[in-house]
T-cell receptor
């Protein structure tokens, strides 16, 4: 069965600092991988996705993620964090087909001035 | 960008009561989903729906749950007799087709509180 692990429950970074959120997945075949962001009171917004091709994926809001098959990882990065990036971030893996998506437990990002 | 709309944003109910959570998926979408997120836990898949029938459901989605697309625009989740542990944020999602490039659009959620 597919699964996702986000080892960091809570991360605090200073505004302007770089960010890396970790994600490890377990899936038998080539995975469909996603990062979603959830701001307080909001729904889930897709930041980026990986299905195939270039392993470095660019997303919205200046985020990128790199798929590393050998490490079963799909870490999210941003070179310079803004205060508005404070939110909860979810890594997810999709099964293809009807695309049932399995989410990780989330990483809550706090940005300090 | 098109949106999935969910109403109400917050619903409070008594244990044992029936609730219906409503969703309006994006108009040309064909695949519909419900997910839920219990406070402090991860987002969990409940059910997927295509061509007027359930295509996949999780073990959470027991006989107390049902989904319906009553009128071609709404997509509802009914909980027949709510339990305290049904308290969660419920997300509706939709996507256009089965292609791998298709994005899953989520609504902003309905917070269900069972007292």
């Amino acid at each position: 069965a597919q699964s996702v692990t986000q080892p960091d429950i809570h991360i605090t970074v200073s505004e302007g600092a770089s960010l890396e959120l970790r994600c490890n997945y377990s899936y038998g075949a080539t995975p469909y991988l996603f990062w979603y962001v959830q701001s307080p009171g909001q729904g889930l917004q897709l930041l980026l996705k990986y299905f195939s091709g270039d392993t470095l994926v660019q997303g919205i809001k200046g985020f990128e993620a790199e798929f590393k098959r050998s490490q079963s990882s799909f870490n999210l990065r941003k070179p310079s964090v803004h205060w508005s990036d404070a939110a909860e971030y979810f890594c997810a893996v999709g099964s293809g087909g009807y695309q049932k998506v399995t989410f990780g437990t989330g990483t809550k990002l706090q940005v300090i001035p | 960008e098109p949106e999935v709309t969910q109403t109400p944003s917050h619903q409070v109910t008594q244990m044992g009561q029936e609730v219906i959570l409503r969703c309006v998926p994006i108009s040309n979408h064909l695949y519909f989903y419900w997910y839920r997120q219990i406070l402090g836990q991860k987002v969990e898949f409940l059910v997927s729906f295509y061509n007027n029938e359930i295509s996949e459901k999780s073990e959470i989605f027991d006989d107390q749950f049902s989904v319906e697309r009553p009128d071609g625009s709404n997509f509802t989740l009914k909980i027949r007799s709510t339990k305290l542990e049904d308290s969660a944020m419920y997300f509706c999602a939709s996507r256009q087709n089965q292609g791998s490039g298709e994005k899953l659009f989520f609504g902003s959620g309905t917070q269900l509180s069972v007292l």
